[in-house]
């Protein structure tokens, strides 16, 4: 067994063949992983200058500025790493870093445009829990590969205290997006995340989970059993090493995370301060479609829904359907059918038909003359038009005048 | 017993005083109303060009161009105006003109715009179900004061086959409107309709039910009650003369003069084809407030409340409370609160704050130096951010390390 400082001397001394990621590589952003916080501006940013193992070896040499050793801390001195790639590996996991081919570069690009934009001085960067920095590594759990599925993915986030309404629409939207080959991710949460994940599985969909815990003991316990499922053909996949628990500033670092890794991000329910709402908050910032279902008015699962609608700036889009969200976040081709309206025989009539029609009682016939005087029209236009509803099959003659056809009775009246 | 056309003669030959309106010229316009369809572009050209008086007695006389006559029809030999005028006296109604001080002109400003923008040749024309022209007189019933009663006016429409959810929601924006001194104006129809004049009417405020039959007997005739309830403060309005039924093409006839007479419109509840949404679109024309009531994405009735929120060109708003329409509709001051958030006590706290609070047990207190490897930052940030917690109240000291205080547990771990 090498020590993590050996590894680091020898994947500086003997660089890889291409295409291949060298262990000492792996094993600096596995230790890079537990040692500082995701989304953390000034570490991502070093490792960004340096590379991977020379960051890890001035942090463990001590010899790297004291701004970054402080974001560190006493993490520095310690070494998890073999400890940590074996947990993962005991359950079907492994670590995925920006070296390797399976890395979401394409989705992620977003979140290091994003990071650019961070001012030099620490006090004047964004809070960690809202900053877009891309991750360091990815642990990953399950039989999916990581870029493929998040090539068409869409986020389906929103309460974990959901309605019964709130839990069915997401799970018909992550039924018929798995069923048009769409990859839904979310978070692996009760109420929403998990009727989103549960309907993708029933349409035999690969679902990702983004976890703010270890991949090795998802969070939470009781959905110890979805999460089997979805690595079987999905994936689990955390910012944090095996055995991290999921503390409460990390579901909102995580986040950002679902929305780079997705083309947009739809709220299924959100309550008026909610994580789901900072969700369709970071999809905003990173120039994604942030897609809203609405609810009763009633319902204080929907007041985060119907807030975002209201945002005036904001952009976020109505969808009701999986049709809907597609059309936001599909290519040409993926337009969603107008609705279907009803096509009834009235809709082609003139207006001098329409008033005939309407003018027609429904027992007992009248001629034309007296047509012609409840619509307000000439007795020439009443002959006119009436061939064409009788023809229509809307009017007919009961020998001594015009009267509806039996069918259309009770249709006189409507708004 | 005069005739009209005796009365029509004296109109012309002893002009009436300023404030006052001729019996003739009331006369020519109760004619009018029961001769000519309602929102018929030329009819009402041409009673523009010569006055009601001059264009009855052409019409009468059989001097009017053919296109006016053909219009008007068989109607123009008939005379009922002493009788729909003494009809509705009989149920304390009468017929508002133009000419008079109570004629809402300002509101109905935009349906003279609407008609002048209307082509001269006829086959051109907006059709007479969807063009903006103004009424020719209206027959109201009730203690209200027409103009009055509709400067600050709201209109909420909606489907007939309305949910439970939507008469609710259509209730209480009906109350709360009318106890913030709102008028709710609507179509006195089964559903959303009645549950919004019945909202009005509980809050002690006038409403106004604006018919497409005569105001002596409003339809459906189950409404009787309500109407008659409505009379008491507020107004029946109706462009057609007493005793006429409520014909189908009458109600999208109607469904501009809801919009013209309002600040904005509010749909509760819409099928995917529904007279609610051909009145949001006349609102829209006429420059008019469109505010839009979701729903479920699971019922049918929301099916058009969402087409309207969907619609990019549109400009509807979604609105879930009286203080949304009245942000809407009203003047500066009318500005509805932002939705109440719940502050916590970590609203205001620091990243590593945040960090090292969500570093601490629930049972057993750690020391300093363990906060800092959980939390991932320095042991001296931990000895910084800790008094502030503890003064806070979300950390206490066991007197062998720090944990959180009772009433915080629980809250360890949310999205």
Redesign the interface.
Known sequence: MTSLEEDLEDAVATPWGAGEVHPGVRRARAWLSR???PSTVDVWRYVDDLGPVEAVRRLRAGSAPDRIR??????AE?DATLADLQRAQRCDGRLVVPEDDEWPGLALHALTLGVAGEPVVPRDQT???RALVPPLALWVRGGGRLDELVDRSVAIVGS?ASTA?GE??AAELGHQLGERGWTVVS?G?FGIDGAAHRGALAADAPTVAVLSCGVDRP?PAAHGALFHRIAESGLLVSEWPPGC???????LVR?RLIAALTRGTVVVEAA?????QATANRARELGRAVMV??????SAM??GC??L??EKEGGA?????AA?VIEEVGGIGDLAEP????VTPRDGLS?VA??VL??CPVRTGVPP?RL??V?????L?VLRVLPALEVAGLVEWTGTGWRLTPQRRG?????
């Open positions: 040692a500082a916080e402080s974001l560190v801390g006493a993490r310690q809070d960690r829990t974990r309404y069915h629409v978070g949460a969070y628990a999921p503390l409460r500033h990390r579901f986040n008026a301060r909610s994580g789901a279902v609405p609810g009763p008015v009633t929907s007041v119907h807030e609608l209201r889009r109505l969808v009701t359907s809907h609705e279907a309206r009803p207006d329409v008033r309407d003018a003359e012609a005087a619509a307000g029209c000439d007795v236009d249709s006189g009246a409507a708004s």
